[in-house]
């Protein structure tokens, strides 16, 4: 995602970093969701339990040690962030992102092609521009 006050310098930066492709070319490899990053706020409090009552569609392991990650439609969001306390969980974050469908384990990637990956990542990020990034690699 990007933040620009010059859509005509943002753009070709945007193209000529990937030199293929189209923007948005890979879209549609990801879903648009609300992520809430909660962690227990008192010992016993169930995920699972919190997620089926919140109103949240699955979770997962959040960023944050000890953490959970709450995956909600992006209409939801608000809503399951406010259910959240009542089972138990603290929100730590809410905000509004891309989950890869079909992640790829960087370990499946060769050395060569993981530091590839890494310095165009780079690249991208250093673009003042750039205000996020979702990618599909996971550890």
């Known amino acids: 995602e990007c ?20 923007m948005s ?3 549609w490899d990801f879903d648009y969701v609300g992520m809430i990053e909660a962690e227990p706020a008192q010992a016993g409090a169930d995920a699972e339990v919190a997620a089926i009552e919140a109103g949240a569609q699955d979770f997962e392991a959040g960023d944050a040690e ?3 990650l709450f995956l909600t439609d992006p209409t ?6 406010k259910a959240l306390p009542a089972q138990g969980f603290t929100v730590l974050s809410a905000k509004l992102g891309y989950k890869a ?17 890494q310095a165009f990542l780079a690249g991208i990020d ?3 521009d750039v205000q996020n990034m979702f990618v599909g ?3």
């Open 3 to 22: 933040l620009t006050d010059n859509v005509n310098r943002t753009a070709p930066e945007m193209r000529v970093a990937f030199r293929k492709g189209q």
């Open 25 to 27: 070319a890979v879209a």
């Open 66 to 68: 000890g953490s959970t």
């Open 76 to 81: 939801d969001l608000d809503l399951v962030s």
């Open 101 to 117: 469908k079909t992640p790829i384990s960087a370990a499946s990637l060769s050395a060569e092609q993981l530091e590839e990956v």
């Open 126 to 128: 250093d673009n003042d």
């Open 137 to 139: 690699l996971v550890d």
